[in-house]
Structures are given as C-alpha cells and as structure tokens.
Nanobody
Framework: QVQLVESGGGLVQAGGSLRLSCVAS????????MSWYRQTPGKQRELVAL???????RYGDFVKGRFTISRDNAKNTVYLQMHSLQPEDTAVYYC?????????WGQGTKVTVSS
C-alpha cells in the first residue's frame, strides 16, 4: 500500500519559516522524482519544488530563492524548507511521487501565513 504522509504545516507569521516533511512507504522511493505542490481554493494545484532521483531541483517562479527541497533516500523522506513566508504562501501543500509508471499524492498539510 502506497502512502505519502506530510507533516510540518501550521500557522506562522509573515517572515517566518517552516519545514515540511513527507514520508513515503510502499514505493521505490529513490527511483521517484519527488515534488511539493500547493493549492488554494478555486485555483489549480501548482508546482512548488521538484527533486529528481538524481537530485536535480526545480522551483516555481514564485519561490524566488526562499524555499529549498531536499531528500533523504535512507529515510524515504522529502523535505521542503520554507523561509520568508508571506500570506500569499497560504495553501495546502501536497507531496507527490512520480515516475513514468506511477503518480502518487499525499493528503496534504495546511500552511497558514498571517500578516
């Protein structure tokens, strides 16, 4: 059974930091590209950050150097370190595991940034 379990969301003031974690089970973690997406009501889910199975990274344009994605293959975990959070970063953040034959999502963790 595949599970992606996110944690680390919460309420933070503008300018603050959070670190999100996503622990994967039931997949060959090291062979998956891992991503973080986010979604707000009425909007499409958008890519926040991606890390490939060989540690190449890509970020959404809005990140502007504030976030860092990393992975620990020994712990089947992907992280998203977020700094300088702004109210517009408020969203549900989802973990994604993808390779050509699979595309899995976690249940999401909510991040709320107060002004």
């Amino acid at each position: 059974q595949v599970q992606l379990v996110e944690s680390g969301g919460g309420l933070v003031q503008a300018g603050g930091s959070l670190r999100l974690s996503c622990v994967a089970s039931g997949i060959s973690f090291r062979s998956n590209a891992m991503s973080w997406y986010r979604q707000t009501p009425g909007k499409q889910r958008e890519l926040v950050a991606l890390i490939t199975n060989n540690d190449r990274t890509r970020y959404g344009d809005f990140v502007k150097g504030r976030f860092t994605i990393s992975r620990d293959n020994a712990k089947n975990t992907v992280y998203l370190q977020m700094h300088s959070l702004q109210p517009e970063d408020t969203a549900v953040y989802y973990c994604n595991a993808r390779r050509p034959e699979n595309n899995y999502w976690g249940q999401g963790t909510k991040v709320t940034v107060s002004s």
